[in-house]
């Protein structure tokens, strides 16, 4: 089976900051609970998102993460209230939000979407690649690992792609078992 980005309704107005919650979907130590499905694994916004950490573009999330969920997708993920409506109720209601058609007007040809009830869906924006954890100095009371993970922005990764370097990695990939 292949998942593609056709199977997630990709949205780009999820609003992202500090305290926000993430998910980084992957495998934690190769870990797959029900075949192929991934792990979502929770997260919150640690840092500014749209400013460069050390001068890099990721930002840090606060999230009990583990090896093997390097390169993994984050999303922010939001619940919203929708209707389904046809072409034409669709460019109806855009007339209406843009003030080029009264709301009367619009009602009296809308309809079955009128009488619609609304349902619930979840949106998903994709906001990186998860790269790795932050560690410091190890001490006698386990100081060490920071609960703190990098996000590079998905910005940084397209502008990657675009400019086609191609670099050779030292380490060739392996089998997970």
């Keep these: 089976m292949c998942l593609s980005n056709r199977a997630l309704p990709l949205v780009s107005d999820i609003s992202l900051g500090v305290g926000a919650d993430l998910f980084i979907v992957g495998f934690p130590y190769g870990y797959i609970p029900i075949q192929p499905f991934p792990v979502y694994k929770r997260g919150t916004i640690a840092s500014e998102p749209l400013l460069s950490h050390e001068d890099l573009p990721y930002f840090l999330i606060d999230a009990n993460t583990a090896p093997g969920m390097s390169g993994s997708p984050v999303f922010a993920i939001e619940k919203r209230l929708k209707m389904l409506a046809t072409f034409e109720e669709a460019e109806t209601l855009e007339k209406v939000s843009s003030g080029k058609s009264g709301a009367l007007e619009a009602l009296a040809s809308?309809?079955?979407?009128?009488?619609?009830?609304?349902?619930?869906?979840?949106?998903?924006?994709?906001?990186?690649?998860?790269?790795?954890?932050?560690?410091?100095?190890?001490?006698?009371?386990?100081?060490?690992?920071?609960?703190?993970?990098?996000?590079?922005?998905?910005?940084?990764?397209?502008?990657?792609?675009?400019?086609?370097?191609?670099?050779?990695?030292?380490?060739?990939?392996?089998?997970?078992?």
Aim: a neutral charge; aromatic letters at 12%.
């Design 110 to 177: 809308l309809g079955a979407f009128a009488s619609q009830t609304p349902h619930w869906e979840t949106d998903y924006r994709l906001v990186g690649i998860y790269s790795s954890r932050i560690t410091g100095p190890t001490g006698k009371s386990g100081q060490g690992d920071y609960g703190l993970g990098k996000v590079w922005r998905i910005e940084a990764l397209v502008e990657a792609f675009q400019v086609g370097n191609v670099v050779n990695h030292p380490f060739p990939p392996h089998q997970v078992s």
